[in-house]
């Protein structure tokens, strides 16, 4: 017989309802009647939440159709501010002048610093972005020569020019197509066709793990590179995933057309340097471990008692002649296709680019073999001792304090995501999605989707100034638990379906089946 609550999650999927619904008070400011509202978790992943991940995922396929084809130059140009912004900055010019003077006179800062942090904070609440004075750390300069192995690109200066070409056919019809490319890291050996290495011994575990770790800075590189070659603000809308062999490679959506020899030559001259310390000898291992001394504040050679390098004195001792940690760059296999709006190649494209996000990197392909499951886990040996970040615990292993560092750090048991067996070395961020895309934030297209949500049902919506929100405890006498909550998110999402599907007759719409994301299929 089936399981009544497992019964009740299926039918949660089914209707598109969040399995994990977060139980919220909402206090209506006006009248003081209290109320309990469901919410879905938001999760982005499948094997947390279907229901959210798949609303999520179609979001991102909005965001991604809407930009891939503009006509127009997307207006991003934001609202003035208001008075009371306004007065916010000004105490906060005022209180940033407070500061500087008192420590030009050598006076203590403490409750200036307070002061400021407090009005950084009420300048977001205010309703602005970012940071009247953001603090930027102290940059290393070197050398920006380019490297010798690296074909020259030359510069151009980058219009604010977004949109691209049109094309006119001999019939007078124009055009104004778009690419989808696709990019992947280089060999590291020969695979077959599963994915696996021919040979694992000659297969290069180790530059797999360090391209992986660096794709994202490399990723960025080369839309720098593009740019600048072009003469033109180029968008995209980017998705990394992991090839079979298990490398990232990413795929774009580009606005406009690109020549397949100009994108050739800008991988060519496309790398990413990483100046960190070398790590050719492992100085502690097994047992032996560097050890914390509270009263140094840093990790000692437990032999000597020796203090090991800070992060910055290991930096110092970088020479003009020394080379980097490691140097990325792009394999010189790429994938272009153009693509017209509306054709049935753009929906395939955009379903291929979101095919992956609701999973994790190493879910993307199952380990169906003894060989793929033992590949994975050479990938994932070779990644556990790579350093992924300055504040990454491998750096005992090499004789180095990591920059910041605090007791309980140890080698191999680093917690960054690079390191995840769900990862795979690679730690960005899913999405790439440039700011010029659609005009719009993933707030803004979740705003759209709710205003026609609303239209359709022809129900007005409420002012969010009207209602204070707060979390139901668990003790709380209005609590529910888990599965109660499940059963109320069923019928809520029924019932918002029946009422959706009325609507769509009662206009003349063709009845159709309405998905998980709360579009009509």
Known sequence: MPLARQVVKDLAVEHGACIRPIQLRRTNLDTGEQDTVLVPCGHTLASVCPSCAERARTLRAAQCREGWHLEDEPDIEPDPATEDQKWWIEKRAEAQQLRDQAASAGQDTTDLDELLTELDEEITKAGMRGKAAPGRPARRHRSTRRRQDAPDLPRRKVSPRTIGKTYTAPDGKTFRPSLFVTLTCPSYGRVGEDGTPADPAAYDYDQAARDALAFAALFDRFIQNLRRYLGYDVQYFAAVEPQRRLAPHVHLAIRGTIARAELRRVLAATYHQVWWPGVTEVRYDGDELPVWDEVVGGYLDPATGEV?????????????????????????????????????????????????????????????????????????????????????????????????????????????????????????????????????????????????????????ATDPARYAWEPVAPGDPDHMDHARRLLHAVADRARWQAALREARCRAGEPPADVSASGRAA
């Open 308 to 460: 090991l390098p800070t992060w910055d004195q290991a930096l110092d001792a970088i020479g003009p002649e020394d080379e980097p940690w490691h140097v990325a760059r792009f394999g010189v296999r790429f994938d272009a296709q153009g693509v017209l709006a509306g054709s049935k190649d753009a929906s395939q494209c955009i379903g291929y680019l979101t095919k992956y996000l609701t999973k994790q990197v190493a879910h993307c392909h199952q380990a169906g073999t003894d060989a793929q499951r033992a590949h994975a886990g050479r990938l994932a040996e070779a990644l556990r001792f790579q350093p992924c970040s300055p504040t990454c615990a491998n750096w005992l292993r090499y004789g180095i304090q990591p920059k910041n560092a605090r007791p309980g750090l140890a080698p191999g048991r680093c917690k960054g995501k690079a390191h995840d067996a769900d990862h795979l070395g690679y730690a960005g961020r899913r999405v790439l999605v440039s700011r010029k895309w659609s005009g719009k934030t993933l707030a803004d297209h979740r705003a759209d989707r709710k205003d026609w949500l609303l239209r359709t049902l022809g129900v007005s």
